[in-house]
């Protein structure tokens, strides 16, 4: 019987190097500058001759791409096409339109998000560079977006404690783990969260979840001013804008047996 169960917690072959090729993906989650070798291994904690190895590894799959001058990498190709089968998938080419409604109706910037570790990564609107197809990957405790997809999770990801050490951004930010969790409370209560310069000094974010039949925030929605637009008596009319937007993304994006 132990032996069996030794065998059950034991990692497959090649755990290890899959998982560190995923992670020297994640290495490019910022969008900055080509990586070198070294770079790579520094922010895996690898040597540079592993992290080399697995580079040239991701090359041969187009995983990444090598620049010949530089020697520096990439994502690749591969990536990218992944990138575009699981965006209409997902059927999120569909929430386009919706958000790009809610935008003109509201005078603001209308995003969806989803909720990758501890960031909010939005994925459609228009925080989306028309350039990259990028969008912005923002922490979860600093952002409306957050907050929603923190109050509402899903089945396996942490919770609002385990997040670690809260940095701030501005004097607004909440940074400590008790008072983010009765803010949380509070997003339950009402059923939205608002971002009042918590990221950015005049910054004002307001968000809804888009929830399955299980009461999970599978995205959150957001509408994105500043404090003179989005104003305290203006802020149920947003709300209502925004919550009919997440009612017909739920259907656009949800199958029928998951819709709440």
């Excluded at 089968?85 to 509201?106: C, D, I, K, W, Y």
């Excluded at 209308?110 to 990028?134: F, K, Q």
């Excluded at 951004?169 to 009765?182: C, D, N, V």
């Amino acid at each position: 019987m132990a032996e069996a169960a030794t065998a059950v917690q034991s990692p497959p072959a090649g755990a290890q190097a899959v998982q560190r090729a995923l992670g020297l993906l994640h290495c490019f989650h910022d969008n900055g500058p080509d990586l070198s070798a070294s770079d790579l291994a520094r922010r895996m904690g690898l040597s540079v001759s592993t992290a080399h190895r697995l580079a040239r590894t991701l090359v041969s799959a187009a995983f990444l791409e090598q620049n010949e001058r530089t020697a520096r990498y990439r994502l690749g190709p591969a990536v990218a096409e992944l990138g575009q089968l699981t965006f209409h998938q997902r059927g999120l080419h569909l929430a386009v339109p919706e958000l790009e409604v809610l935008s003109r109706r509201t005078g603001a910037t209308a995003d969806l998000a989803i909720r990758s570790g501890p960031h909010a990564v939005i994925l459609v609107g228009g925080s989306v560079r028309p350039d990259t197809g990028l969008g912005l990957r923002r922490p979860l405790h600093s952002t409306a977006l957050g907050k929603v997809l923190l109050a509402w999770p899903r089945p396996g990801e942490a919770a609002a404690y385990a997040l670690g050490p809260l940095q701030p951004f501005t004097h607004r930010t909440i940074t400590e783990p008790a008072l983010l969790e009765e803010e949380l409370a509070k997003v339950r209560m009402t059923g939205h969260a608002l971002n009042d310069g918590e990221s950015a000094a005049g910054v004002r974010t307001v968000a809804v979840p888009v929830l399955d039949r299980a009461g999970r925030a599978r995205f959150a929605l957001a509408v994105r001013s500043t404090p003179a637009h989005l104003t305290d008596d203006r802020l149920d009319w947003f709300l209502g804008h925004a919550r009919t937007c997440a009612d017909a993304l739920a259907v656009l994006l949800l199958p029928p047996d998951q819709r709440a």
